[in-house]
Structures are given as C-alpha cells and as structure tokens.
C-alpha cells in the first residue's frame, strides 16, 4: 500500500509458532537419541540372587544282569505258549508244548479250540500293559512297539490257550505233541539276546550301544529245530543294573554304599547296594545290586534309571555370571586401619629430598586364608613395599592368587565378590551363603560377568 509520502510497504504475516510441531520434534529427537544409546551402550543385565537347590544330572541307562536259564527243544515242531511273558512258573508247571506233526497249529487255525473270554482280571492285565507302555514309549526307539506288541500276544496267548489244556492231557497219549515243563521255578521270558550269561567283570563300552544290539524274539506258532532256544527262565529275584559314570561318581557312590534309584519307565524307587568295578578298559562302571523289582523288568536289557543324590542347597546363581580376577596376596600383619575405619596397607613412598615416608593406601579386602589377605591389585604394584604398622618392617609384594566370584551391583557398581561353589550343573551353581566376603540372598548381581569390568559404574 502507499503512504502519504507516496512510497509502497511490502506487507509481512506474523510469525505464528506451533507449539505441537515443537513437542513432536523434541520427542521424535529423544526416541533418535535414546535408540542410538541403546544400541551404542553396553547392555548390562542384573540378576536377583535367590536361596535353591540343584539337580546334578544323574540320568542313566544300565544293562540289566539276572540268573537266566535257556531252555532248548528236545523236539522239532511247531510250539505253542502257554505261560505269559513275565509270569512266574513252578518247577514242573507246564510252560509251553512242541507239535511235531501240527494237528495242534491246525486246532487253532481252524478254531476247533473255544473261545477264551476276557476275564475282569485279564482285562485289567491287558490295562497296565497298555499304560506301562504309553508312559514309557519314547519315539527315538521305535523298536519297544515290537515288544509291546509281542508281550500284547503273549497276554492274548495265555486267555486264548487256556481253552485247550485240558485236551492236551488227551493229545498227550499220541506221540506228535511234546508238553514242555519248566525244569525249576523261575519267570518266563520269550527272548534272547546272548547277554543271558553275561557278568559284571566283563562289561565293556561297546555293550552299552543299543544301535548293535540284537534281541530275538521268540514267536507262538514258530517252527522249531531241535536244540533251538524256545523260552528263557529267570530264576533269582537277586539282581543288578550296571553304569558307566565318571571316577568322582563312583567313589560317592562307593562312599555311600547304598543309593536310591528311581526307574523312569514306571517311576517307582528302589535301594540298591554300590560296588565300583575296573575292567581294565579304562572307564569306570557302577554295579547297583537290587534284591526287588526284577520281575517288573524282566524282559528289558537297557534300563533307564535316575540317582537320586542328595541336593545341595545355597544361594542358585547363573553360570554366565561367574568370573576370575587375580589379587595380590598380603600378609595380614600389614593390613590396617585408615583414620575413617577403611580397610588399607601403608605404601612406602619417598619425598623429593629423598626421605622415607608412609601412604595409607585403602583397599577392600576380598578374603582372606589364616595368613593372608586377598586385596586389590588396581591400587598397587608388583614391586611395591609396604611398611608394618608401628615396625620398620617392609614386605615386598610379590605374590598373587586367583578368586573365583561374581559382580555384585547393589552399589551401583560392579564389586567382585569371592564364591564358594558347592555344587554345579551346565547352568547354575550352588554357592554358599552368607560368607564373609561373599553373597547373600537378594543380592543383585551382572547376569554375563564378560560383559563388565571390575568397579565399573551400572546405571541401571
């Protein structure tokens, strides 16, 4: 526009600030900022220290050992069970029978023999096998299927046989049937796998691999030579599991002379008497002797047990958080007081006129053995001699050891403190509470000990 002196004024809008614009700006740059840090800090994670127990990893797998009597066919033919897998038989109580001409195998086929009906208590029997094998079924070992399925058969024998019994005694006039009774008492096992006469001094390494092992099964109705192995007895409740451990294990165990031992196919718990043996092979193998429990696993020769080990008890804290820092090593005679109660030794320092004087030096004392202290090794020097209160004597320092511990930070800065480890696993260990120089319940410490250094400030 023009003013009364006829010149034209350019016209200027006023400056309007938008203060959302301004807020989201300085909150957008904190995000930047804070992002930037996050990734460019050191991540520091703490860790509450709480009171535990610790597991030790005492899973195995053994071989069974037991008194196993093989029994051979005097005949040939085709045979017929007549006692259950695992069933305990008298001496003399018929278990199983040969037909040499198969009239018997026909009787069957032909199902001239009655039905057997399942019976509230055979009903049950077949239950607990189904439940015995779903709880211990593991799919890694496919292989088991097969031997639940033949003990399924030899459950189903025993119902459907019983029908034909009383007409054996007539068969038996006739010369094509050869009735085959136990030679003594004992429990009934349809398999073979040449571990039957096996004893614990002859143990190796080898026999523990399931992948060359071979187990034959022997089946109803089969053709039989001969000599053949036709059923097995198993005639000592006596008998043993034997492990492979390492030597520590085995003198514990040799120690304790009796452990417990849960069975992890039906998690029942038995004792069992220790003995260690030495078969020259260079491992070590535990023999765990049991006087109970054999029948259960009769037709089993890989056995999966658990030691169950007294637990000890401490402060639990991470593998990950535990480190090693060296000290020096100083008599205790030449600790002392500083004049606000601090611990500190007294440096031998000199002026620049050359005389002899004292520094206190404070220091944290981080354990201590009858003699000596375990103190600081950032303060002073290789070299450096300390002055005795009230004496003239000097010690030298030379010497230093090695403290196991962790980073405490309740402090708010990492201060090393000495453990002492009970017991350990591959990820925690049990340490000792309540020391002197160590830890206690609730203490927070750094989580990966790698990631801090010695007196370094957390902010957290």
Same mark, same amino acid.
């Given at each position: ?13 006023? %400056?309007?600030?938008? $203060? ?52 051979? /066919?005097?005949?040939?033919?085709? &045979?017929?069970? *007549? ?47 189904? /439940? ?19 003990? $399924?058969?030899?459950?189903?024998? =025993?119902?459907?046989?019983?029908? &034909? ?13 050869? $009735? ?14 040449? *571990? ?21 099964? @022997?089946?109803?109705?089969? #053709? +039989? ?6 059923? =097995? ?18 003198? *514990?165990? @040799?120690?304790?002379? *009796?452990?417990?031992?849960?069975? %992890?196919?039906?998690?029942?718990? /038995?004792?069992?008497? +220790? ?33 169950? %080990? ?18 020096? $090593? +100083? ?33 944290? @004392? ?63 260990? &049990? ?7 160590? #830890? ?11 990631? +801090?250094?010695?007196?370094? %400030?957390?902010?957290?």
């Amino acid at each position: 526009m023009a003013g009364k002196n006829g010149k034209i004024r350019q016209y200027r809008k006023p %400056l309007n600030i938008n $203060l959302g614009i301004i807020i989201f700006s300085v909150i957008f740059i904190y995000i930047i900022i804070c992002v930037f840090l996050y990734f460019t800090q050191k991540q520091i994670q703490p860790y509450e220290v709480r009171t535990g127990s610790l597991s030790m990893d005492s899973v195995y797998q053994g071989i069974a050992l037991r008194e196993e009597t093989i029994v051979s /066919s005097t005949d040939s033919g085709y &045979i017929n069970y *007549y006692a259950r897998e695992g069933e305990r038989v008298g001496a003399g109580k018929l278990v199983c029978s040969v037909d040499e001409s198969g009239e018997l195998k026909e009787m069957f086929e032909a199902g001239e023999a009655e039905d057997g009906q399942l019976s509230a208590d055979d009903l049950e029997e077949v239950r607990d096998e189904v /439940s015995g094998f779903m709880e211990s079924f593991d799919r890694k070992q496919f292989g088991t299927s097969y031997d639940f399925k033949y003990t $399924l058969e030899g459950t189903a024998l =025993k119902i459907s046989n019983e029908s &034909i019994l009383a007409d054996l005694e007539s068969l038996d006039s006739s010369s094509f049937v050869t $009735l085959c009774n136990a030679p003594e008492s004992g429990i009934v096992v349809y398999s073979t796998d040449g *571990y039957e006469t096996l004893t614990a001094d002859q143990i190796t390494e080898e026999l523990f691999d399931e992948e060359t092992y071979q187990k034959n099964q @022997l089946i109803n109705n089969d #053709l +039989v030579s001969t000599g053949d192995s036709i059923y =097995k007895l198993v005639t000592n409740e006596n008998w043993s599991i034997v492990i492979q451990t390492d030597e520590e294990l085995a003198q *514990y165990l @040799l120690e304790e002379e *009796y452990v417990q031992v849960r069975f %992890l196919k039906n998690r029942n718990v /038995s004792w069992a008497e +220790v003995s260690v043996l030495d078969n020259g092979d260079g491992n070590t193998y535990v023999k765990l002797d049991f006087n109970n429990s054999m029948i259960s696993f009769c037709t089993q020769r890989f056995i999966d047990i658990e030691l169950i %080990l007294e637990e000890e008890e401490g402060l639990k804290v991470p593998n990950s958080a535990i480190a090693e820092r060296e000290f020096f $090593l +100083v008599p205790k005679e030449y600790v002392t007081k500083g004049a606000n109660g601090s611990d500190g030794v007294l440096l031998e320092t000199y002026t620049e006129e050359g005389e002899a004087t004292t520094e206190f030096i404070a220091t944290t @004392l981080y354990q201590e053995t009858d003699e000596d202290y375990y103190i600081d090794n950032s303060v002073l020097e290789v070299g450096d001699d300390l002055v005795k209160p009230d004496s003239t004597d000097t010690y030298t320092i030379s010497r230093s050891a090695v403290l196991t511990g962790v980073y405490n930070i309740n402090k708010g800065y990492a201060d090393f403190k000495e453990i002492q480890i009970l017991a350990q696993n591959d990820e925690y260990a &049990i340490v000792k509470s309540n020391t002197t120089y160590g #830890l206690s319940a609730y203490d927070r410490i750094v989580l990966d000990a790698e990631t +801090v250094n010695a007196d370094e %400030l957390i902010f957290s």
